[in-house]
C-alpha cells in the first residue's frame, strides 16, 4: 500500500483494500509569512495491529521544509505519506501507529 505525500491518493495492490477515504496524513502550519521552516519526521512507525502483537512498518515520505505562504490563521499546509510492505502472513485487521513530526524555524 502506498500513500502519495504530494495528491494525498491511496493505493493498494496485491489483494489488499484500502478502505474509502484513506488520504495521506496532514498538518497546518501558522507562523510568519514567507519563512522557512524545518520538518522533522521519522524514517518509519511501527503499525500495531488491533488485537494481536503483529506489527507492520509505515515507511515515511515527505518535504523536510515548508515555505509559510500565509501567515494568520489560515496557516500553511503539508502531508506525509509512506508505504507499507504486507507481507502474506500478515493477520486481516486494523493496524495504528503514532506520527511524531515536529516543525521549528532554522
Known sequence: ATVNAATGL???TG???CP???SA???K???TN???VNITKPASVALDHE???HTLTLNIVGQDTLLLSSSGMN???FSLGGNISVPASARAGLYEGTIIVTVQYP
Open 20 to 22: 474509502g477515504g484513506s
Open 51 to 53: 488485537t494481536t502483537s
Open 25 to 27: 496524513a496532514t498538518w
Open 34 to 36: 514567507n519563512q522557512t
Open 10 to 12: 491511496v493505493s493498494c
Open 15 to 17: 489483494g489488499l483494500t
Open 29 to 31: 502550519v501558522r507562523g
Open 75 to 77: 496557516g500553511t499546509d
